[in-house]
């Protein structure tokens, strides 16, 4: 592939990957408010000795992995992730290139994996028809959801910073 093939690959997978990433950011940021008010509901409703809620804290642990997802990935699409600089300081750009060639690979296995088992997860709550019966009747499913998703939208930042990485080592090896 020439340089600029190359060139209008990456952009149009940057664009396409920016668009995901800031649909995702804005339903993550909609989805705050209504749940900081049903969370704190929950606080007082558990205090009063009413009742209890307690899918609200199940519940909690998928929408704060979700975030934190969405989180990760703004962060490295943004450039603002931690490097190690004493790579680019005391070590060949050809070795730091394929340091961060080989970390994206592996944060990128780990994400795989994550989404895998997420997926699973989802298939056996739809399967089996599991639901909270604590306080309210829900199906678990649609909250389970939300990791397969996240670490989805988090490993296609990661694979669009694979291939700029891969881009970047490859022009600089070419000079």
């Given at each position: 592939m020439d340089e600029r093939a190359a060139?209008?690959?990456?952009?149009?997978?940057t664009r396409v990957v920016d668009n995901i990433s800031k649909g995702a950011l804005y339903a993550a940021a909609a989805t705050?408010?209504?749940?900081?008010a049903l969370f704190t509901v929950y606080i007082f409703v558990r205090k009063s000795g009413i009742g209890t809620f307690?899918?609200?804290?199940?519940?909690?642990?998928?929408?704060?992995?979700?975030?934190?997802?969405?989180?990760?990935?703004y962060t490295l699409r943004t450039e603002g992730h931690v490097k190690i600089e004493l790579l680019g300081r005391y070590f060949p750009k050809r070795f730091s290139h394929i340091v961060e060639i080989l970390v994206t690979l592996l944060a990128l296995v780990a994400v795989g994996v994550f989404v895998y088992y997420g997926i699973q997860h989802v298939i056996t709550a739809i399967e089996f028809n599991i639901h909270w019966s604590s306080g309210v009747e829900s199906l678990q499913w649609p909250f389970y959801l939300w990791l397969p998703i996240g670490y989805g939208l988090l490993g296609l930042a990661l694979l669009l910073h694979l291939y700029c990485s891969v881009m970047t080592a490859i022009r600089g090896w070419a000079k």
């Amino acid at each position: 592939m020439d340089e600029r093939a190359a060139s209008k690959v990456e952009a149009t997978f940057t664009r396409v990957v920016d668009n995901i990433s800031k649909g995702a950011l804005y339903a993550a940021a909609a989805t705050v408010a209504p749940w900081t008010a049903l969370f704190t509901v929950y606080i007082f409703v558990r205090k009063s000795g009413i009742g209890t809620f307690f899918f609200v804290e199940e519940y909690t642990h998928y929408w704060m992995v979700f975030i934190t997802c969405l989180a990760f990935a703004y962060t490295l699409r943004t450039e603002g992730h931690v490097k190690i600089e004493l790579l680019g300081r005391y070590f060949p750009k050809r070795f730091s290139h394929i340091v961060e060639i080989l970390v994206t690979l592996l944060a990128l296995v780990a994400v795989g994996v994550f989404v895998y088992y997420g997926i699973q997860h989802v298939i056996t709550a739809i399967e089996f028809n599991i639901h909270w019966s604590s306080g309210v009747e829900s199906l678990q499913w649609p909250f389970y959801l939300w990791l397969p998703i996240g670490y989805g939208l988090l490993g296609l930042a990661l694979l669009l910073h694979l291939y700029c990485s891969v881009m970047t080592a490859i022009r600089g090896w070419a000079k």
